[in-house]
């Protein structure tokens, strides 16, 4: 399917933004409208945009372009998120590197998506009478009519990502790649650049130069493992229970942010350590939100009577007061809409100019009814006398606080049947899938083992193990036009205190692929350390840059205006995040 991507109909450059979330970025990225493109899975899409950006020129001899693979939140606004190593003498070095990032197929940040308009009748055939569910159908009918995708965006893949950046590249001129990098999800995308693209042009099979010079796989996998597709399944599950979702059929200015919000609250602590958490934050107490564990006041008793109906009013002013230490966070509407200034409130602005309204997604607390297992006096007065008197608003530990705040942070400016797209993508990524050296043996719709090309018919796990090793292999020795292509120079890093993507899953990289370099950065911030560390990552990308593409560092540097805008407030913000914490 690849070799027939260069004879689809050009792309042509358009304003955008073309979601709402890529208004966030206005001004800061370009826009390409593709006629059509077909998926992996055989879907044809029409009318297909794709956000990127640029930093630097094109060299006259087409081949210094520095291919940026972003992660799963991530944007094509590199600076936003991984600026510090954009600029003169850094990795990305926009003087001697033409650098491009694209916008990955599913995110909300402007290439097509569930956020993007779904393009009228030229788009993918929907259909909709294929469901017997109600409550889908129902929902499906209150949105029919906006227009966007949402739940009916069909599935993409790394490849379908690197497939169609390709065409980019293209658009933009670029003849051969000097290096792709990219971590996490990125990572996987730059794994499978020379993988789908060993050859210079992919349309002649006697073409013998290869297309990508070197890659740079970071915190990443060949495979997305069952820990991580695990985790993604849990965080989807967040959002699934969210009454809002409504199967995908939310409203833009309904969406389910309290699902979305709990799914980046366990997605966070995947990204971190333990050890940051811990060092961080310890037990530190932190700030309740506003409009939790609200308790009533309780009055003095000043007669035996009064002192009774005091009782009962102490009672029921405990059993407000558990209920309320109980949902302390849920109570609160804690996930507010988008602010006032944010972009997103015009964008969703409706012919009235109305905008979003607050809505507090969970419910709150009902008037507690007399509990049935009542406290005796004593309790009631033990309980009067300690922390949790009523006066006192529920204390929480600052580590909560931050998950909140993430969880906030991250409903402003992500969508969730984005999110659940992408988490799938990651979860079909696997190098070896339905490539060279194996096949699968079906009978109907039953998959009743692999068979290797050798002819060799291994237990199933070692048939996937092969299969990986056989597509890595394929990365050192030689493509997949056998014997001609030149491997690409591969340096793999690894985050070391990675529990994600843990190190051996990048050391396993390494070994497969013959010839390929390992770095370990030393972090405690686990997965996250590719998008923190810095210093680290600047120096030994940098100096492995150096010495693989020595021909364009000998070259004199290019003119280029100093085109870095100063992001002032990041929109991905996890180094903002981290270190103001
Ligand atoms: N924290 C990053 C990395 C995930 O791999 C993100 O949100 O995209």
Same mark, same amino acid.
């Given at each position: 399917?690849?070799?027939?991507?260069?004879?689809?109909? =050009?792309?042509r450059?358009?304003?955008?933004?073309?979601?709402?979330?890529?208004?966030?970025?206005?001004?800061?990225?370009?826009?390409l409208?593709?006629?059509?493109?077909t998926?992996?899975?055989?879907?044809?899409?029409?009318?297909?945009?794709?956000?990127?950006?640029?930093?630097?020129?094109?060299?006259?001899t087409?081949?210094?372009?520095?291919?940026?693979?972003?992660?799963?939140?991530?944007?094509?606004?590199?600076e936003?998120?991984?600026?510090?190593?954009?600029?003169?003498?850094?990795?990305?070095?926009?003087?001697?590197?033409?650098?491009?990032?694209?916008n990955?197929?599913?995110?909300?940040?402007? $290439? *097509?998506?569930?956020?993007?308009?779904?393009?009228?009748?030229?788009?993918?055939?929907?259909?909709?009478?294929?469901t017997?569910?109600?409550?889908i159908?129902?929902?499906?009918?209150?949105?029919?009519?906006?227009?966007?995708?949402?739940?009916?965006?069909?599935?993409?893949?790394?490849r379908d990502?690197?497939?169609?950046?390709?065409?980019?590249?293209?658009?933009?001129?670029?003849?051969?790649?000097?290096?792709?990098?990219?971590?996490?999800?990125?990572?996987? *995308?730059?794994?499978?650049?020379?993988?789908?693209?060993?050859?210079?042009?992919?349309?002649?099979?006697?073409?013998?130069?290869?297309?990508?010079?070197?890659?740079?796989?970071?915190?990443?996998?060949?495979?997305?493992?069952?820990?991580?597709?695990?985790?993604?399944?849990?965080?989807?599950?967040?959002?699934y229970?969210?009454p809002?979702?409504?199967?995908?059929?939310?409203?833009?200015?309904?969406?389910? =942010?309290?699902?979305?919000?709990?799914?980046?609250?366990?997605?966070?602590l995947?990204?971190?350590?333990?050890?940051?958490?811990?060092?961080?934050?310890?037990?530190?107490?932190?700030?309740?939100?506003?409009?939790?564990?609200?308790?009533?006041?309780?009055?003095?008793?000043?007669?035996?009577?009064?002192?009774?109906?005091?009782d009962?009013?102490?009672?029921?002013?405990?059993?407000?007061? *558990?209920?309320?230490?109980?949902?302390e966070?849920?109570?609160?509407?804690?996930?507010?809409?988008?602010?006032?200034?944010?972009?997103?409130?015009?964008?969703?602005?409706?012919?009235?100019?109305?905008?979003?309204?607050?809505?507090?997604?969970?419910?709150?607390?009902?008037?507690?009814?007399?509990?049935?297992?009542?406290?005796?006096?004593?309790a009631?007065?033990?309980?009067?006398?300690?922390?949790?008197?009523?006066?006192?608003?529920?204390?929480?530990?600052? *580590?909560?606080?931050?998950?909140?705040?993430?969880?906030?942070?991250?409903?402003?400016?992500?969508?969730?049947?984005?999110?659940?797209?992408?988490?799938?993508?990651?979860?079909?990524?696997?190098?070896?899938?339905?490539?060279?050296?194996?096949?699968?043996?079906?009978?109907?719709?039953?998959?009743?083992?692999?068979?290797?090309?050798?002819?060799?018919?291994?237990e199933?796990?070692?048939?996937?193990?092969?299969?990986?090793?056989?597509?890595?292999?394929?990365? $050192?020795?030689?493509?997949?036009?056998?014997?001609?292509?030149?491997?690409?120079?591969?340096?793999?890093?690894?985050?070391?205190?990675?529990?994600?993507?843990?190190?051996?899953?990048?050391?396993?990289?390494?070994?497969?692929?013959?010839?390929?370099?390992?770095?370990?950065?030393?972090?405690?911030?686990?997965?996250?350390?590719?998008?923190?560390?810095?210093?680290?990552?600047?120096?030994?990308?940098?100096?492995?840059?150096r010495?693989r593409?020595?021909?364009?560092?000998?070259?004199?540097?290019?003119?280029?205006?100093?085109?870095?805008?100063?992001?002032?407030?990041?929109?991905?913000?996890?180094?903002?995040d981290?270190?103001?914490?």
């Amino acid at each position: 399917m690849a070799h027939n991507d260069h004879l689809l109909p =050009r792309p042509r450059e358009i304003p955008g933004p073309t979601s709402p979330q890529s208004s966030l970025l206005a001004g800061r990225q370009r826009y390409l409208l593709f006629p059509r493109f077909t998926l992996e899975s055989g879907i044809t899409l029409t009318n297909v945009p794709v956000a990127f950006k640029t930093w630097g020129r094109l060299a006259d001899t087409r081949d210094n372009a520095l291919v940026v693979c972003h992660a799963l939140t991530g944007s094509a606004d590199v600076e936003d998120w991984w600026g510090p190593l954009l600029g003169v003498d850094k990795v990305f070095d926009y003087s001697r590197f033409f650098v491009v990032c694209c916008n990955v197929l599913g995110s909300p940040y402007g $290439s *097509a998506s569930s956020c993007t308009q779904a393009g009228g009748e030229s788009s993918w055939a929907k259909d909709g009478d294929d469901t017997a569910a109600d409550a889908i159908m129902q929902a499906k009918m209150q949105w029919d009519g906006q227009g966007w995708w949402g739940p009916e965006f069909p599935a993409t893949t790394v490849r379908d990502d690197v497939r169609i950046q390709k065409l980019v590249l293209e658009f933009l001129g670029v003849e051969s790649v000097a290096a792709v990098v990219g971590g996490s999800m990125g990572g996987m *995308a730059v794994l499978e650049w020379p993988l789908v693209f060993p050859t210079r042009w992919p349309g002649r099979t006697d073409s013998t130069s290869r297309y990508i010079q070197a890659i740079v796989p970071l915190a990443t996998s060949a495979r997305h493992s069952a820990w991580c597709i695990s985790w993604a399944e849990a965080q989807r599950q967040s959002i699934y229970s969210d009454p809002l979702f409504k199967h995908g059929y939310y409203l833009p200015a309904e969406p389910p =942010r309290n699902g979305l919000s709990a799914a980046r609250m366990a997605a966070l602590l995947t990204y971190r350590s333990r050890d940051s958490f811990e060092s961080r934050f310890g037990r530190r107490v932190g700030k309740a939100l506003k409009g939790g564990g609200a308790a009533l006041p309780v009055p003095d008793a000043h007669s035996e009577a009064q002192a009774k109906t005091i009782d009962d009013q102490r009672r029921r002013s405990l059993a407000h007061d *558990a209920a309320a230490a109980h949902n302390e966070g849920n109570l609160s509407p804690r996930v507010k809409p988008y602010g006032s200034n944010s972009p997103l409130n015009g964008y969703f602005a409706g012919p009235n100019g109305a905008s979003l309204s607050p809505t507090a997604t969970t419910p709150p607390v009902p008037a507690v009814p007399h509990p049935p297992t009542e406290l005796s006096d004593q309790a009631v007065h033990e309980r009067l006398v300690e922390p949790f008197s009523p006066s006192t608003a529920p204390e929480i530990f600052s *580590a909560q606080s931050y998950l909140r705040y993430q969880g906030d942070k991250f409903v402003r400016r992500f969508d969730a049947n984005c999110y659940i797209h992408l988490t799938r993508k990651m979860d079909s990524h696997d190098v070896a899938r339905h490539r060279w050296g194996w096949r699968v043996l079906r009978t109907s719709n039953t998959i009743t083992g692999v068979v290797l090309d050798s002819g060799v018919r291994p237990e199933s796990d070692e048939a996937e193990d092969a299969a990986l090793m056989r597509v890595l292999d394929v990365l $050192s020795s030689h493509g997949p036009v056998e014997g001609k292509v030149q491997p690409p120079a591969v340096l793999v890093v690894s985050i070391e205190s990675d529990g994600l993507f843990a190190p051996p899953e990048q050391m396993l990289i390494h070994e497969l692929v013959g010839g390929s370099e390992f770095v370990s950065v030393k972090s405690s911030d686990g997965h996250d350390g590719f998008l923190l560390e810095f210093e680290q990552i600047n120096a030994s990308v940098g100096a492995f840059l150096r010495k693989r593409l020595e021909p364009i560092y000998k070259r004199p540097q290019l003119e280029v205006q100093h085109e870095q805008q100063h992001v002032k407030e990041s929109v991905f913000g996890e180094v903002e995040d981290v270190t103001r914490w």
